[in-house]
C-alpha cells in the first residue's frame, strides 16, 4: 500500500502529463488555506492591540 | 428545558473562552491529517486505470465539495436557532462561517475545473452539479452582503438567517443532481446507503483527506468566529477581560 507510484521524482513531478493540473489545484488550495489563517490571525492581533489601547 | 439548555451554554464569551482550549488541537490534528492524506493520495495510491494521474485531484476535490455543502447545512441549522430561540451565538456563527464557505466553494469549483480539463475536456459546463454547486457558491456571497449593507446589526442577523434557511433547498438539489438528471459529472463514489466504490488503496487516503479537511476548516472557523464575535461585542466587560 504504501509503494512510490512513479518510477522516479521527475515522473512524479510531469505525473504523465498531469502533473500541471494537479499540482496546480494543490498550490492555489495551499496557498488560499495558509493566506486566510495568516489574513485572521493578523485581523485579530490588530484588534486586541485595538482593544487594549482603549482599555488603557 | 432545551431552551434553557441552549441560552446558558450559547453565550459568546463561553464559546469564545471553550474553543480557545481546543483549537491547538484540532489545527494540529487537521493539518496534519490533511498533509498525511494528501502525501499518501499524491506519491503512493495507485493511478487509476481510466483517468490516469489526474485523478488524484479527488484528494482536495471531495473533501472541498462535501465541505462546501456542511458548511451550509451548519449555517441551516444556526439560521434555525436564532429564528427560532433567538440565540444571538448563532447569528455570530452564520456570520463566521459564510466566508469559510465562500472559500472552500471556491476551491471546489475551482479544482473541479481544473479536473475537468484533462478529464472531460473542457474547463467548465452547465451540468446540474457544477451549476448548482456555483448557485452555492453565489448564495454564500450574497449572505456576506446581505449582512453587510445593515448598519441595524440584529436586523442584519434576522434577515440573513431567513436567507440562509430559504438557500438550504439548493442543498438536497447539489447532492441528488446527478442522480436526477443525466449530468457529466460522476455520480457519487461514497454513499452512506450504498457504500463506496473506491479501492482501499484509494479511499483510504480520501478518507483522511477529508476529515484533516473538515478539522482545518473547523479551526478557521474558530478563528473568524472569535474576530467577529469581538468585533461584535467589543463593548462588552468581558470582551476586555478577554484581551
Request: hydrophobic share 55%; charged share 10%; proline share 3%.
Amino acid at each position: 500500500m504504501f509503494n512510490f507510484s512513479f518510477t522516479d521524482f521527475q515522473d512524479f513531478l510531469t505525473m504523465d502529463g498531469h502533473g500541471i493540473y494537479v499540482w496546480t489545484v494543490y498550490l492555489v488550495t495551499s496557498i488560499l488555506i495558509a493566506v486566510s489563517f495568516l489574513i485572521v490571525r493578523y485581523k485579530l492581533n490588530v484588534l486586541k492591540r485595538k482593544l487594549e489601547n482603549a482599555s488603557e | 428545558m432545551l431552551t434553557s439548555f441552549i441560552h446558558r451554554f450559547s453565550s459568546p464569551k463561553s464559546f469564545v473562552e471553550v474553543t480557545a482550549l481546543f483549537f491547538p488541537y484540532v489545527m494540529f490534528l487537521g493539518v496534519s491529517c490533511l498533509v498525511l492524506g494528501w502525501v499518501w493520495g499524491l506519491a503512493f495510491a495507485p493511478e487509476d486505470a481510466t483517468q490516469g494521474n489526474s485523478y488524484r485531484i479527488i484528494f482536495l476535490h471531495v473533501p472541498a465539495s462535501m465541505l462546501a455543502q456542511l458548511i451550509y447545512f451548519f449555517m441551516s441549522i444556526c439560521a434555525l436557532m436564532h429564528l427560532v430561540w433567538r440565540v444571538k451565538l448563532a447569528a455570530y456563527l452564520i456570520k463566521s462561517a459564510a466566508p469559510v464557505g465562500v472559500m472552500i466553494t471556491f476551491i471546489a469549483l475551482f479544482s473541479g475545473s481544473i479536473w475537468g480539463i484533462p478529464t472531460w475536456g473542457t474547463w467548465w459546463q452547465w451540468d446540474a452539479r457544477i451549476t448548482s454547486t456555483l448557485i452555492l457558491f453565489i448564495m454564500y456571497l450574497g449572505i456576506i452582503t446581505l449582512h453587510s449593507s445593515f448598519s441595524n446589526a440584529e436586523k442584519a442577523d434576522r434577515l440573513m438567517s431567513i436567507l440562509v434557511v430559504v438557500g438550504v433547498v439548493n442543498i438536497p438539489i447539489i447532492k441528488k443532481s446527478v442522480d436526477w438528471w443525466s449530468t457529466l459529472h460522476q455520480p457519487a463514489s461514497i454513499s452512506i446507503s450504498e457504500g463506496t466504490s473506491i479501492d482501499p488503496s484509494m479511499l483510504y487516503p480520501l478518507t483522511i483527506s477529508i476529515f484533516g479537511m473538515t478539522l482545518t476548516m473547523i479551526a478557521l472557523g474558530i478563528l473568524v468566529s472569535k474576530l467577529y464575535i469581538l468585533t461584535r461585542e467589543k463593548n462588552k466587560k468581558w470582551v476586555q477581560a478577554h484581551v
